[in-house]
């Protein structure tokens, strides 16, 4: 490796280190963006070790930290890079960038909390749905047992449970419509209309 070689290997990295910088990127979060290892960026900012930069690495430093790929090799002064309105312009998409990162943190937190929510409430008509089938069941074979229309309150106990049949019913149906109950459920719809 020439002398030359090793100086652009310098100006290179120590160019990709000032745009880092200018950003406001720690070194995990710029590798991390730049799809790199961190050790990996610490030996091009510090040319160390180093026989081969790879061109995309440049072209996603050049995009990420909006400086030009002529910087980065040390073809252009740096007073356009250090000018404030272009600091400005850059630590102002970092921080919107930094922003929707945060917004989107918060959304996926809620998203997550309201799928707990659904997940319990589906359970929980599930089991009140098996439970409303059973209590069914054992009022039929009750019934079938026992003068049933004799029984003080028998025939209101009865209007009651078909009441609660039929609601159920209607709640398996609205949620085989949405999904949100599996095909097998059809069966209990079935099983009590007949």
């Not at 510090?46 to 996603?60: C, G």
């Not at 995009?63 to 740096?78: E, M, N, R």
């Not at 312009?89 to 917004?103: A, D, P, S, T, Y």
């Not at 599996?182 to 209309?193: A, D, N, R, V």
Request: with cysteine; aromatic share 10%; glycine share 4%.
């Amino acid at each position: 490796m020439s002398k030359d070689d090793i100086e652009l290997f310098k100006v290179v990295g120590a160019r990709m280190k000032e745009g880092r910088e200018l950003c406001g990127y720690t070194l995990s979060k710029a590798s991390k963006l730049l799809s790199i290892e961190r050790n990996f960026l610490v030996k091009i900012e510090s040319a160390q070790n180093l026989w081969v930069v790879p061109l995309t690495v440049i072209y996603k430093a050049s995009s990420l930290y909006d400086i030009s790929t002529d910087f980065i090799f040390g073809f252009s002064g740096d007073d356009w890079e250090f000018d404030p309105v272009v600091q400005n312009q850059r630590q102002f998409g970092v921080l919107i960038h930094e922003w929707h990162v945060n917004e989107l943190a918060k959304i996926k937190v809620k998203v997550e909390k309201q799928q707990r929510q659904l997940d319990v409430l589906n359970e929980s008509a599930q089991m009140l749905i098996t439970a409303i089938s059973e209590l069914s069941e054992a009022v039929n074979v009750f019934k079938k047992l026992n003068d049933f229309d004799d029984l003080k309150a028998g025939s209101k106990l009865a209007y009651r449970m078909n009441k609660a049949v039929e609601a159920s019913n209607f709640a398996i149906r609205l949620m085989l419509r949405s999904k949100v109950l599996p095909k097998e459920y059809l069966s209990k719809i079935i099983g009590e209309e007949k």
